[in-house]
């Protein structure tokens, strides 16, 4: 199964960690590194801090040879699509054909007030959405363009350059509802489930199957981000939980966080998570954004590569 590290950047990642972490990732043998695309907290601790997910995204092409990058997910109410579009081709470019566009429709609340962004209701959001989707996959691939609808109106876009990647990478993510399978079907490549048990994999992945086949087009590529937790042994994993349950304040007993999560999370020694990931294979999963929440902790990142 293809692996890939999956950073929250904005639970403060320094640009010195996320060199770090990408030569791990290299180091590792694992595919790419992804991260979130927020400019606050999502656990509402107003300390930490981000970095803006494409400049460092794109920064990071150039001091990486081989790995995939990209969001999961970036949200269209931060953007006017042109400007991400420029973005990411802008990144692709620095990298060398590397990016992948993670895309979604917004949804922390307290982030948009906080930082001015209009935070729509839930179907308008989605209206702006697919307008941005459709404009952004032919930014990357008409020659030429109009585009006019009710948020966005273009006229004679040629978006040049073009990216180096010859079919640029659009990931949607979600729980894969009616109208996100839909519009996935439409315009992406990959669809990307967080934090499913199997159940929740296999039946998303049927959405996404059935929806794709209503478009009359081959399946779209399915992967699931979620959290993991390795170790060498059942000490060294319960000394990497251990740090992850501080970490985040939680009160539960440490057995009783651990136990909550495993339905949903990779844990475990190698073997356990291997366990894990079969069984994902089994489901349908192709490929795997592993959450990795201990931004210093580089030895849990060259686990991660020795999973099989």
């Keep these: 199964m293809r692996r890939n590290l999956m950073i929250e950047g904005q639970e403060s990642v320094s640009w010195e960690q996320w060199v770090a972490l990408a030569h791990a990732v290299e180091e590792a043998g694992l595919e ?4 979130s695309d927020h400019y606050q907290s999502v656990e509402s601790i107003t300390e930490r801090s981000s970095l803006d997910a494409w400049g460092t995204i794109t920064a990071l092409g150039a001091v990486t040879t081989g790995i995939r990058l990209g969001t999961m997910v970036s ?14 081709v802008t990144a692709d ?3 060398g054909g590397r990016v992948e ?8 609340d307290l982030e948009h007030r906080t930082y001015g962004f209009p935070f729509h209701d839930l179907g308008t959001r989605y209206d702006v959405f697919a307008e941005q989707l459709e404009i952004v996959r032919r930014q990357f691939e008409e020659e030429r363009f109009d585009f006019a609808g009710e948020h966005y ?3 004679g876009c040629e ?4 990216p180096v990647q010859s079919r640029l990478p659009i990931i949607l993510g979600g729980k894969a509802g009616p109208r996100a399978a839909a519009l996935a079907a439409r315009w992406a490549d990959e669809y990307n489930t967080v934090y499913a048990t199997l159940e929740e994999v296999r039946e998303r992945r049927g959405n996404i199957l059935r929806a794709c086949d209503e478009a009359g087009r081959e399946p779209l590529r399915f992967s699931l981000m979620t959290g993991c937790v390795l170790g ?13 349950h ?16 495993r339905d949903v999370w990779v844990l475990g020694t190698l073997d356990q998570a291997g366990q894990r990931l079969a069984e994902l294979d089994d489901a349908g999963v192709e490929r795997v954004f592993l959450q990795h929440l201990l931004h210093d902790d580089l030895e849990g990142v060259a686990l991660m590569g020795r999973l099989d």
Excluded: I, M
């Design 75 to 88: 949200p269209a109410s931060f953007r006017h699509p042109s400007v991400l579009a420029k973005g990411v």
């Design 246 to 261: 501080a970490l985040g304040g939680s009160e539960q007993p440490l057995d009783d966080w651990l136990d909550a999560r």
């Design 93 to 95: 470019h620095v990298s």
């Design 32 to 35: 790419g590194l992804f991260r």
């Design 153 to 155: 109106r273009l006229e």
């Design 101 to 108: 566009l993670g895309f979604g429709a917004g949804w922390h």
């Design 159 to 162: 978006a040049r350059p073009k």
């Design 232 to 244: 060498e042994d059942e000490a060294d994993f319960r000394d990497r939980a251990g740090r992850l």
